[in-house]
């Protein structure tokens, strides 16, 4: 069965600043995707990135990026130059199977 | 083209009674899958239903079911309700490829209230 973790409830990042939000995971699957979701105060779930690990090149969407790590199963998200609009649950997922989610806050 | 629609969007219950909740997916796609999430537990995978056949199930008591219609939409049944099944519910709607699926498309999800 596909697992996703997220290790940090919480995170916070200072206006233009970076932040890194991580994630693992586990599958038996041989090729696959990885995505970061984001929900803001709306509910409404929106597709941030994703990544076919079946592909070595990091997937890069403008201000967002991912690390991806195959070998380690671990899939960060990268937030550059922070934006107020960036605060939200971030949630990893493989698959259907999703991570607990991360709630990011950005400060003026 | 439409996207998920979940119906209704809002839902008071009293305990012990039961609630049924619906979700059509994007045309086209096979797979319909139901989340719990809770302010302290996150999101929760419930179930998938993939060509009417439940395909993946989490780890939920047996008061939660779900089906899937031939046309792909879904229904989520909870029975005997209990105060802490107070949740938003999302349903997200996939091509159904498993783990080659490129995007799942989520509903704006229906808050149930069990009071």
């Known amino acids: 069965a596909q697992t996703v973790t997220q290790s940090q409830p919480e995170m916070s990042v200072q206006e233009a600043e970076t932040v890194t939000l991580s994630c693992t995971y586990d599958?038996?699957?041989?090729?696959?995707?990885l995505f970061w979701y984001k929900q803001p105060p709306s509910r409404q779930m929106i597709l941030v990135i994703r990544q076919e690990a079946y592909k070595q090149q990091n997937a890069t969407e403008n201000r967002f990026s991912v690390n991806f790590q195959k070998a380690a199963k671990s899939f960060s998200l990268k937030i550059s130059d922070s934006q107020l609009g960036d605060a939200a649950m971030y949630f990893c997922a493989s698959g259907m199977r999703f991570g607990a989610g991360t709630r990011l806050t950005v400060k003026p | 083209k439409a996207g998920v629609t979940q119906t209704p969007r809002y839902l008071i219950k009293t305990r012990g009674q039961q609630v049924t909740l619906s979700c059509s997916p994007i045309s086209g796609h096979r797979s319909v899958s139901w989340y719990q999430q809770t302010p302290g537990q996150g999101l929760q995978f419930l179930f998938e239903?993939?060509?009417?056949?439940?395909?993946n199930k989490g780890n939920f008591p047996g008061r939660f079911s779900g089906r899937q219609f031939s046309n792909s939409r879904s229904e989520m049944n909870v029975s005997t309700l209990e105060l802490g099944d107070s949740a938003l519910y999302l349903c997200a709607s996939s091509l159904g490829t498993g783990a080659m699926d490129t995007e799942a498309f989520f509903g704006q999800g229906t808050r149930l209230t069990v009071v």
């Open positions: 239903y993939f060509s009417e056949t439940q395909r």
């Open positions: 599958t038996s699957e041989s090729d696959y995707y």
